[in-house]
């Protein structure tokens, strides 16, 4: 059964930190394409930061230079350290296993709002999301 469970949300003043967790279990996440993503209402979703089954690693340049993902292959969670952080950042934060559209199955998508993709990417699972909130 799969799953992906975030946390770490909460609220801090601008200038602070928050570190999110995804705790993953159903597969192996060493080698697998994850990504952290965010959804603020009435705005376009944004692909924040991309883990790719070979370990390289991309951010979107509003978050470029802040932001650091990281995984723990033991623990099986992927981590996004948010440093620096600004108002713009408030958004509900949610992780997901990316894929490729070429496999693409007609998945809806979590019906969040942000589709069944971004990018280059389709959602294949994904979690509740955490709020995080900057003022």
């Known amino acids: 059964h799969v799953q992906l469970v975030e946390s770490g949300g909460g609220s801090v003043q601008a200038g602070g930190s928050l570190r999110l967790s995804c705790t993953v279990s159903g597969f192996e996440i060493y080698n697998t394409e994850m990504g952290w993503y965010r959804q603020v209402p009435g705005k376009e979703c944004e692909l924040v930061s991309i883990k790719s089954g070979r370990g390289e690693i991309r951010y979107s340049d509003s978050v470029k230079g802040r932001f650091t993902i990281s995984q723990d292959n033991a623990k099986n969670t992927l981590d996004l350290q948010m440093n620096d952080l600004k108002p713009e950042d408030t958004a509900l934060y949610y992780c997901?296993?990316?894929?490729?559209?070429?496999?693409?199955?007609?998945?809806?998508?979590?019906?969040?709002?942000?589709?069944?993709?971004?990018?280059?990417?389709?959602?294949?699972?994904w979690g509740h999301g955490t709020q995080v909130t900057v003022s």
């Open positions: 997901a296993w990316l894929k490729t559209w070429g496999s693409y199955d007609n998945n809806p998508g979590p019906g969040n709002g942000c589709g069944a993709g971004l990018g280059n990417w389709y959602f294949g699972y």
